[in-house]
């Protein structure tokens, strides 16, 4: 397994920092225009069977972008329903804004069982469309402090994260607004 994922970050570190916003184009805008990150790549609809929220089947369904700023992917979730939900959680308890951080795992699994070791509860679990499954684990108090999300490091999350962040390379602010396939 790579040290290093293709996009500069560290394999076991923070490689992503994620925002659930009400209003996903106001929130690229936002990025985009006050921050200098972009293009952001968008994912009209993730509702993928089989997602566990807090043990129980959910049918949450929510639209995402990411982006970059330098090395650091930016991702932004919008809910699309009032389904129980990590990200419902969080506006429920302080409101939208900051929601987790993605640490790079090779074995989501493996690093979920040893963060549940130190008192962390897994929140939320859900296939995604580069591979494998992701993660969210609190710290066991809730959302308070935000979410741990595991990402798992496959070819296709690493090919597709970097192409994104290459996307970012000297960018020059046209199309702000990309497909995520």
């Known amino acids: 397994m790579v040290s290093e994922l293709g996009y500069g970050q560290p394999m076991g570190g923070i490689a992503q920092t994620a925002f659930v916003v009400e209003d996903l184009p106001s929130a690229i805008d936002h990025w985009v225009s006050n921050c200098n990150a972009g293009p952001f790549f968008v994912l009209d609809r993730f509702k993928m069977p089989g997602q566990i929220y807090r043990g129980e089947e959910s049918t949450a369904d929510i639209t995402l972008a990411m982006g970059f700023a330098g090395h650091m992917q930016i991702e932004l979730i919008q809910p699309l329903d009032n389904n129980p939900s990590v990200y419902r959680e ?69 090919e597709t994260f970097t192409r994104f962040w290459k996307a970012s390379l000297d960018w020059d602010g046209r199309d702000p607004v990309r497909s995520f396939l």
């Open 90 to 158: 969080t506006i429920a308890h302080r409101g939208f804004g900051f929601h987790h951080f993605g640490i790079a795992c090779a074995d989501v699994d493996a690093d979920s069982r040893d963060y549940q070791s130190r008192g962390y509860v897994e929140a939320f679990r859900a296939a995604v469309p580069t591979g494998g499954e992701v993660v969210y684990l609190d710290n066991g108090n809730g959302p308070q402090w935000g979410f741990l999300e595991l990402l798992p490091v496959t070819p296709g999350m690493d």
